[in-house]
């Protein structure tokens, strides 16, 4: 008897899927009725292959692309990380959010609002320095080459305002990235780096 190899991969790739479902708690539909009659189409998104060696990073995007079909949104991302440093640590998972709710932080002036807090020299290094380490104003000042406690305050203040900053419950007078925010830096950092990866364009940003 002749082997459908086709039907083989399908059934393997299915398998995939629902172990990946399994890890992240999540019930796979059963229902195998197509969308469109284009098999590489599910809504509005086309399906992409070979994206990654990783077969389970494959049925992830799989995962995401048939979401995204279904629901009709214009996009929907997952992202997961962990940022171990100075003693503290981040870890996150998010799945399958929105792109047109990411959307409207543009048009609710969301995104101009945070950008102009963070969007300073001496506030991204201040961030930067946080997060390497719990700080104090006088460590600030002396490993940040700033002028004065002043002028520290000066930029800790709208840090502290947007809840990015707060002061150690553990060392009082030390401060630290609010725990919940990390994930929201170094994601902002990683899109930073897609939009300067050099790999296929490169564009000027002065």
């Given amino acids: 008897m002749d082997r459908d190899f086709g039907a083989e991969i399908d059934a ?10 399994l890890i992240h708690g999540e ?6 009725k197509p ?4 098999n590489n189409r599910v809504g509005n998104v086309e399906k992409m ?20 079909g279904e629901s009709g949104d214009s996009g929907r991302i997952s992202y997961i990380g962990v940022f171990a440093s100075g003693g503290h640590q981040s870890t996150w998972i ?11 932080l543009i048009e609710n002036k969301t995104a101009e609002k945070v950008l102009a807090c963070i969007g300073n020299s001496d506030r991204l290094n201040i ?7 719990p700080m104090t104003v006088s ?15 000066h930029h800790l203040k709208p840090l502290m305002a947007a809840d990015l900053v ?23 950092l990683a899109g930073i780096s897609d939009m300067v990866d050099p790999q296929f364009t490169q564009g000027s940003w002065e």
Avoid: F, W
């Avoid at 019930?27 to 195998?32: A, E, G, M, Q």
């Avoid at 998010?94 to 409207?104: G, I, N, P, Q, Y």
């Avoid at 961030?127 to 380490?133: P, R, S, V």
């Avoid at 007078?173 to 902002?188: A, E, K, S, T």
């Fill in 127 to 133: 961030l930067l320095a946080i997060l390497k380490k």
């Fill in 12 to 21: 393997l790739q299915k398998q995939i899927e629902e172990l990946t479902a």
């Fill in 27 to 32: 019930h796979i539909s059963t229902n195998d």
């Fill in 35 to 38: 969308i469109s009659t284009d």
């Fill in 166 to 188: 707060i002061e150690s419950d553990e060392k009082k007078g030390y401060y630290v990235i609010q725990p919940h925010r990390v994930q929201g830096i170094i994601m902002l």
């Fill in 49 to 68: 292959k070979n994206m990654h060696p990783d077969p389970v990073v494959m049925a992830m995007l799989n995962e995401i692309e048939n979401s995204c």
């Fill in 139 to 153: 460590q600030l000042v002396t490993e940040g080459g700033y002028g004065s406690t002043g002028q520290v305050y």
């Fill in 94 to 104: 998010k799945h399958k959010a929105s792109a047109d709710e990411l959307l409207t």
